[in-house]
């Protein structure tokens, strides 16, 4: 065990990815470049911090009373199942230490590695980030189908996953929509919740940072109302 992570950035005490209170690790480097996205600084596929899963493990177990039986550690990003065979070491040390294990991922990714990581997931936030091809490939980046199979796979091996959609709105804020995600998840009983989380834009000045265009930064917020309807239509 000692493969190099790179890592973006840690969130000691996380309380939204994931159940519980959690250790977020946001690994260095992303394959896809969704509009939406809060994280352009994960975006590069070199940098970050060099690290190995023990020091991870070190640093989490700091936090385990405030984890408590829920809470854990979380992988996000950037793309962690870009780093697959790290975030296997470091969920492996986790899970002989008790500590429950959250993948936090775009689903775009597959590989043996990645089958590998699954194996010591106790639960996956899968982002679906909309519910057509056209607006995949257009706004994201990659294939609505490459994300639905890993969902099925996450269905074959019966590991726990919410879907999370992050709402833009005039993109994905209809009706349609959130019909066919709802539809996805009773589709495949391995999903037990479903997150709709607002498009926020207070990431711009990073983007400015970056010097790089916030391709929706021209687009507004989505009101909490306009939130709470579209979650209604999933009850
Ligand atoms: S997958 Fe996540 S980190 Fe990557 S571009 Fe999309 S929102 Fe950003």
Sequence with gaps: MSKTGYVNSIQSLGAV???GIRFVVFMQG???RCGCCHNPDTWALTGGTATTAEEIIAKAERYREYQGDTGGITLSGGEPLLQAEFAYEVFSLAKDRGINTCLDTSGSVMNDEVLKLLSVTDRVLLDIKYT????YREY???ELDTVLGFLALLNQRKIPTTLR?????TLNDNEENILRLGDIAKRHPCVDKIELLPF???CKVKYDNLKLPFRFGHLPEPTAEKIAELENLLK
């Design 200 to 202: 926020k834009k207070m």
């Design 17 to 19: 990815d994931g159940p």
């Design 140 to 142: 994201a980046g990659c």
């Design 30 to 32: 992303c394959n896809l």
């Design 165 to 169: 959609q992050v709402i833009i709105p």
């Design 132 to 135: 057509d091809d056209r607006s």
